[in-house]
């Protein structure tokens, strides 16, 4: 389908694209890689009557090591993301999912900063950002601010983003030490997850020490697992680590669409936890039929 009408501006800085969304008003939008902004516009789902093409402004661009954390660029693209050498320890979480989001084609146009500010609760990433405690950064002509993950996710392609305001990044803690998973279950190669899971997981020599969990399309944001993080501490055994997976029964009823009804969604992502918790905690014999410990 064809898009509406739309004026389009390229800003050459931040403050620019900020000029430009102000005077577009309510309707304006930015535009990065365009992969998730662009179909709805086909499909007329969205009719923005502006958009302010931010692809040129390199100050949104890279990937940072800062100390004790890794900066991400809005405009970093899935594929520069995957091959970060700053993301180590637990943050290499959000290089292992970019890795395997979409085709080479959409990792090579696709950003960062979009997929975050898309609000999709069936996407990758926001999951990986909810467990590791990441912060999004925005800029607007109020100033920057910047909203813990926990908080910018509001409901389905709903984020704490004001009008007229940018996601200019991310800020990862690296969690050094820390082995980190993501699963997903998906019908074909490159569709949306049906239930995804990001694992970061603290083993030490007495078992499991720490672990956050985050869930891929199992409600109308990402969702953490807290239940089972808090029973996952401690175990190093199969069959511990498969009851503490079994406590996501405890979370709210996900939702059941044409792909998968809701009690199979539990189902996924009790099974997927239990892989992704094995593979960061690094037990490569916690296969099928293994019964021992890590």
């Not at 983003?161 to 990044?169: H, K, L």
Request: proline share 5%; net charge negative.
């Amino acid at each position: 389908m064809i898009p509406a009408s739309f004026d389009y501006e390229r800003a050459s800085s931040l403050d620019e694209a900020l000029s430009l969304l102000a005077a577009g008003g309510e309707d304006a939008r930015p535009l990065a890689g365009g992969h998730s902004l662009l179909p709805l516009m086909r499909l007329r789902l969205a009719r923005p009557t502006l958009l302010v093409d931010i692809g040129g402004i390199d100050e949104l661009r890279g990937v940072h090591d800062d100390g004790d954390s890794v900066v991400i660029g809005a405009l970093a693209t899935h594929h520069e993301v995957a091959g970060a050498s700053a993301l180590t320890g637990g943050s290499g979480l959000i290089a292992k999912v970019a890795e395997g989001i979409g085709d080479p084609q959409v990792r090579h146009r696709g950003t960062l900063g979009g997929s975050v500010a898309h609000a999709d609760p069936a996407s990758d990433l926001p999951a990986a950002l909810l467990a590791l405690d990441a912060e999004v950064t925005l800029a607007g002509r109020d100033g920057a601010r910047s909203v813990a993950a926990a908080d910018f996710f509001v409901g389905p392609f709903m984020s704490a983003a004001a009008d007229g305001e940018i996601v200019t990044g991310v800020r990862v803690p690296k969690r050094e030490g820390w082995g980190s998973a993501y699963q997903k279950f998906q019908r074909r190669a490159q569709d949306w997850a049906i239930v995804g899971v990001a694992a970061v997981v603290n083993w030490t020599e007495d078992g499991i020490a720490g672990a956050a969990i985050g869930l891929t399309n199992m409600g109308g944001t990402p969702l953490r697992a807290h239940g089972v993080e808090t029973a996952l501490v401690g175990t190093s055994e199969k069959a511990q680590i498969l009851a503490a997976a079994s406590k996501v029964s405890g979370l709210e009823t996900p939702p059941a669409d044409e792909n998968a009804s809701s009690e199979y969604r539990l189902h996924l992502a009790q099974v997927l936890i239990g892989r992704a918790v094995a593979e960061a905690a690094g037990c490569p014999g916690m296969q099928p039929g293994f019964d021992g410990t890590c």
